[in-house]
Structure formats: structure tokens, C-alpha cells
């Protein structure tokens, strides 16, 4: 990681990168409709294949994109390098871009579809690949890029190809949003997901209510003891954010289904808030209660080697003029918690700074994009 050659800062262009942003934008693709999606993939394996990145596509399954991965035209592909994460769905429908989230710029700020979290990220790293085909340069270790479909929605299709991609890899940098102010990400909170069922017994509520076992009933205690195991202190958070259940107002009802979020800073309270959640048992000995799922991505801890790259990135940053900071433990997940759980130093937060993830109000900020395609570059180039 040592920068002995510091070679020029190279001139990026901001209009160039911001044109780029926009055709990857003005491409609306929903984490759940996988031929948008695979219309988007289309085009950025155009892009990678223009400027020689050797490239692998793995098609999609359980109705999400492709997954594409690319390999820088230098280094050798058994040799460990630098993986760039991005995901190329948003959370918007189509139709957005015509609607709540039309592409404009308005002073620094430029709105679209997904346009922060994440394209502008996900663009900035073929952007960065691409200036080193232009200007004839190589990089110490070689670049993976690796293109992920369905993140918004867990990575439940590519999480194994990435651990794969992974395992090759010396560093990890994760082109998510900065936060605002530029700041970067160095841990993030595991993210558990559970369903539970409920189940009860039905009856008419009028004439024969004693019959009956209240589902929905069971799930109000249920749903206190769940939001119960949140502690702020701790860094735990649990949410009922879902709940469907009953079948008719005058009807005791028989069924109910929550859906329940988890973020947990540590390892061991993973497991053990996991273990206490998928052991809930009914307070009614006359309903059931089932509960699945479990971890969905790790924690992912601030450990010595990511406090080294951080200081490394850091260093760059103030060559560059801006001053890197790290966010405190963020709750948000991402892709970068499956590699900085395998051990892998894992520096997230890298993409164009911004605000307004998932909003409508969904920005980035037009000064932030030489910068942050600067750090980026710089990273390619003394990373080893
Ligand atoms: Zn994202």
C-alpha cells in the first residue's frame, strides 16, 4: 500500500462523467424486473468490452438481472487484486424518470432515478477503468469490477458469486454513496430478516366469539416483545415493518404474517438476537407461532486492515483537496459486508456524494464527481 511513485493527478471531466451517469440513469432499472435490468447490463457490457475488459455475464435466476463481471485488460487472472463493487438496480419503478424523478441538474445538484444510490458510484468505476485504457497506464494489481442485479433487495442471487470474486481480491471498494459531507464507510451493521406466522383459529365474532383464537391478538404481544429487543445503547434495532393478517372484520382471525428487520453491530449479538427471535413462542396455548429466516449480511467491523486502507484513502484524499472522513457505524447494508466479514480490507462509500437514497428528493452533488473519480483513480494506482 506504500505510494512511492505518486504519478500526476490525472484531469477528469465532469460533464464526460456526468454524460456517462445519465444514459446508466435514463436506463430505469427496478431490482425486480429483470429484462430492465439486463437492458442496463446490456449497455455497460458494451461499455466494458469497448475499452478490452476481459468479461465474464452469469445469467440471472428467481426473476432478477445478469450478473457482470469485469477483469481489467492487464494482470493476470489467478493474481489477487482490487474488486470494485457496484449494483446496477435502484428501488424505483419505471416510469420514475418521467415522473418523480426526472434527470436535471439544478446548480451542483443532479436528480434521477437511483442516480446516488448507486449509478453515479457504479459508473465512477468503469469511468476509472476506462482512464487508465486511455492513457495507456496499468495498475500494480489488477481491477475487478463486479456488477451486481438485485442488491436492493439483499443480493440473494449474486451474494455467492461475489464471496467468490472475493476470495481474489486484497482490497475491496464499495462505489455506494458517500454520506453527506463526503464521508465514507468503514463498518456497517448486519441486517437479519424474519417472517413470522401466526396462526390462530377462526370463528364468527359475534355469535361465537369464545371459539375463537385471535392471531392478530397473539401478534400484538408479539410484535411488542419483537420492537422490545431494540436498544440504542447496544446499536440493535428491530422493526415490524410489514404485518398482513385477518380475513373479514367479524371474523376472529385465524392468520397473521409479520415481517420483521434486524441490524446488529457484532457478530455475537447476531447470533444471539437471531437465536432469541427464531425462538418466540406463543403466549396463546391455543395459537402457533413460526418464525424463519436469519442473517441476510453480516456485521461488518471497522478491523485493523480497514483502518488501514481508511488512512490510505485518506492520504489521497488530501492530495487531492478534501478531507475523508468516515461515517460511525452506519445501519444501512451493503454488498461490502459479505467481503469485510470474509476478512477481506473493505472500503465502502466511495461513489458521488449526495443525499436523499430511496427519496424523492434522490441527489447527488455535480462538484463531488472529479474528486471522488480522482480517489478512485489514485487507489487503482497505489493500491499493491
Ligand atoms: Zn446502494
Known sequence: MNDTTRSNIPVLDAEEILAGIRRWVEMESPSHDAVAVNRLVDMVETDLRRIGAKLTRTPGRDGFGDVLEAHSPWGREDEKGILILGHLDTVHPIGALATTHRFRKEGDKVFGPGIYDMKAGSFMGYYALQHFVRTGRTTPLPVRIMYI????????????????????????????????????????KGVGRFEMRITGKAAHSGARHEDGRSAIKEAARQILAIEGLTDYAKG????????????????????????????????????????????????????????????????????EGIAKLFEHAKGLAKEIGFDLQDVPLTGGGSDGNFTAAMGIPTLDGLGADGRGPHALDEQIYYSSLVPHAQLLVRLLETLR
Open 236 to 303: 440493535i434495532t428491530t422493526n415490524v415493518g410489514l404485518i398482513k393478517g385477518g380475513s373479514g372484520v367479524n371474523v376472529v382471525p385465524a392468520l397473521c404474517e409479520l415481517e420483521i428487520d434486524l441490524r446488529v453491530p457484532t457478530a455475537e449479538l447476531a447470533e444471539s438476537v437471531t437465536a432469541h427471535i427464531l425462538g418466540l413462542k406463543s403466549h396463546d396455548p391455543d395459537c402457533t407461532v413460526e418464525v424463519t429466516g436469519g442473517m441476510n449480511r453480516p456485521p461488518y467491523g471497522k478491523n
Open 149 to 188: 442485479p438485485e442488491e436492493e433487495v439483499g443480493s440473494p442471487t449474486s451474494r455467492e458469486l461475489i464471496e467468490k470474486a472475493a476470495l481474489k481480491a486484497k482490497y475491496v471498494l464499495v462505489m455506494e454513496p458517500a454520506r453527506e459531507g463526503n464521508k465514507c464507510v468503514t463498518a456497517r
